[in-house]
């Protein structure tokens, strides 16, 4: 099991005054694994620069401002929970009000955010107690992309020494919207709510962590550092800093690395070999995606390169890069990696000048845990929009993560998970039955029995693995559809307690003479004949 606490970074200059030189933050940042670039790029989209996208401050009820950033308020995205003010002195404006979820019988709590079919996005969810409930200490639980449990949510540790927690993910929108969601989970004490203090979801470019299958994978950021920087974990006087005197067109770049990170790197003298251990603190076992970026910090000239041998812990990673002016990045895209890592810049024989290195990233891949085929979320979506209020968890996936699927929702465990039942017995349910239901052509029972539900019921000729059907103690009105008849499966059908009208249809007046256990029943109530 991975300790996800690991993927936590800690956003230090959070509280107090923007300027606190916290003492120990450099030893924080060590702990909590948040390694950055600059200290002034904290909220700024980090290496992937990219285009604009949703900043979301959670509770906040007006625009927050941050630097450049303007933080919306998050009512268009979610439709549960309740809202809270930090009072924090000096707290960031997108973190001075938070949403919190008292409800414990829902399985998630989801924000839903627009996106691009197949884009890519990078998801970052921010989180800063503030002892909204009387606590003294932030509960944990779980986070969770569309149907993927993305990790723990642990930030106590960072909470305790005046530090908001940020978690970073990239994946790939499989369809036209990215849900994210907090839930309870087994860490969740009884009676404590699950929180969110800020959401960004903001595309990157196409080009962006090129080599990995988004289809199979997310990646979680684990660290991300610029080299030889001020305050930097690493650059520690162990190596000479050196300065670059050409700037680098990062446009070139996969993953479009701001141009600030190549202005500085890491050295040796001429023929000694560099090692980094890097990241500090030693890694689960899992696969990563390792990128390293150089330059020749050298003026351009025909000169100006160097060559050396790449390797992680001992393994090569790539031999005989030639670094110019220009600079350069390698990556791995699933390196096996596990607990501390070295990494090993080995000068060409005959260089006249030692390796450099001026940042990293590492990510770990993780598998996606599934989604429910389209054509369920289609009709899923188009039923929770057709009910009134429905159970506040009808958000995001509607079947996964596995335990987290939609209350009163059973699924299958295909690839493409399907709907195979509907239960919402005595949820006082208003609203009316959307025609889209006929989408969920693997549903074998729809229960919405007891309910509140009017309007007419919908064709579900489609429905052929339709076995039992409860439809009972309802507003519904129109006629039965012939077409109930023709549904070879269906064992029961109970509509009694509705408004419905007109004659019983010929076929399943015909079932139900037929086939003894065929349970038809639609008295009391109706005025069906
Ligand atoms: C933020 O604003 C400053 C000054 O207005 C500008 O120099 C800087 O480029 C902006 N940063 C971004 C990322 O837009
Ligand atoms: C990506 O992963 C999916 C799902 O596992 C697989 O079907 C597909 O072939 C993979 N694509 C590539 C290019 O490996
Ligand atoms: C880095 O820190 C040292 C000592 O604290 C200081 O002399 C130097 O100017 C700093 N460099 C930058 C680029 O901030
Ligand atoms: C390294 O690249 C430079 C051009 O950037 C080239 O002139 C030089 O020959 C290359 N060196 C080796 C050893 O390939
Ligand atoms: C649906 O839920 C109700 C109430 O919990 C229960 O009595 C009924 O047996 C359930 N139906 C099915 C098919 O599980
Ligand atoms: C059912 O709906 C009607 C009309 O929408 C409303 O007046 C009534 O209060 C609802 N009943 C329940 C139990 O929600
Ligand atoms: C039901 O089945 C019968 C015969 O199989 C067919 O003639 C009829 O059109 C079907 N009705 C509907 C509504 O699908
Ligand atoms: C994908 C799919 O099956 N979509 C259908 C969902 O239901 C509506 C209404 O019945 C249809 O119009 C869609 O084609």
Not at 147 to 160: E, F, H, I, K, Q
């Amino acid at each position: 099991m991975i300790p996800f606490s690991l993927l936590a970074g800690a956003l230090v200059l959070l509280v107090g005054a923007a300027n606190a030189a916290l003492p120990g933050e450099a030893r924080s940042q060590l702990r909590h694994y948040y390694l950055m670039i600059r200290s002034a790029a904290y909220y700024l989209p980090l290496f992937a620069r990219c285009r604009a996208g949703y900043q979301i401050s959670c509770g906040a009820t007006s625009n927050k401002v941050s630097g450049n950033v303007t933080w919306v308020p998050d009512g268009p995205f979610i439709n549960t929970g309740k809202v809270a003010e930090i009072d924090t002195p000096g707290v960031m404006p997108m973190l001075s009000s938070l949403r919190y979820f008292p409800d414990a019988s829902a399985r998630k709590h989801c924000y839903v955010v627009p996106a691009e079919r197949h884009a890519r996005y990078l998801v970052r969810t921010t989180y800063y107690y503030g002892g909204f409930d009387g606590g003294g200490a932030p509960p944990a639980f779980d986070q969770v992309i569309d149907g993927t449990r993305w990790s723990a949510v642990d930030t106590a540790a960072n909470y305790a020494g005046g530090l908001a927690t940020y978690y970073e993910a990239v994946v790939e929108a499989a369809g036209k919207e990215v849900s994210v969601c907090v839930a309870r989970s087994a860490a969740t004490p009884p009676g404590r709510s699950p929180f969110i203090s800020a959401l960004e979801v903001v595309p990157l470019e196409g080009s962006v962590y090129g080599a990995v299958n988004f289809t199979a994978y997310a990646l979680s950021t684990i660290a991300r550092h610029g080299f030889g920087h001020n305050g930097s974990v690493i650059g520690d006087g162990s190596f000479p800093v050196v300065e670059s005197q050409a700037s680098v067109a990062t446009e070139a770049f996969w993953n479009k690395p701001p141009e600030d990170v190549f202005r500085r790197g890491l050295t040796t003298s001429r023929g000694k070999s560099l090692d980094l251990q890097w990241p500090p603190a030693p890694l689960p076992a899992a696969s990563y995606y390792l990128a390293l970026y150089f330059q020749d910090n050298r003026a351009p000239s025909a000169l100006s390169w160097r060559v050396f041998d790449v390797a992680v812990n001992g393994q090569p990673f790539f031999a005989g890069l030639n670094v110019s002016t220009a600079g350069s990045m390698v990556y791995g895209g699933e390196w096996p990696l596990s607990g501390q890592t070295t990494i090993t810049l080995t000068p060409a024989l005959d260089s006249p000048v030692g390796p450099v290195i001026n940042a990293a990233e590492l990510m770990m891949v993780v598998p996606l845990g599934g989604r429910t085929h389209p054509r369920d979320v289609i009709g899923m979506e188009a039923l929770a929009r057709g009910f009134l209020n429905p159970p506040s968890d009808w958000r995001g996936d509607p079947c996964l993560p596995k335990g987290k699927s939609w209350t009163g929702v059973t699924c299958n465990e295909d690839p493409l998970a399907r709907v195979i039942a509907i239960n919402l017995t005595n949820y006082r349910v208003g609203g009316s039955i959307s025609d889209h239901i006929a989408n969920l052509t693997a549903v074998s029972s729809i229960w919405l029995v007891g309910n509140n539900l009017t309007g007419p019921i919908p064709d579900m000729s489609l429905l052929h693995h339709l076995v039992s059907l409860h439809l009972e103690d309802n507003g519904l009105t129109g006629p039965l559809q012939e077409s109930f008849g023709n549904l070879t499966k269906l064992q029961e059908l109970s509509v009694q307690n509705n408004n419905l009208q007109g004659t019983i249809p010929r076929s399943i007046r015909n079932r139900a003479m037929v086939d003894i256990s065929f349970k038809f029943k639609y008295t009391p109530g109706n005025n069906l004949s």
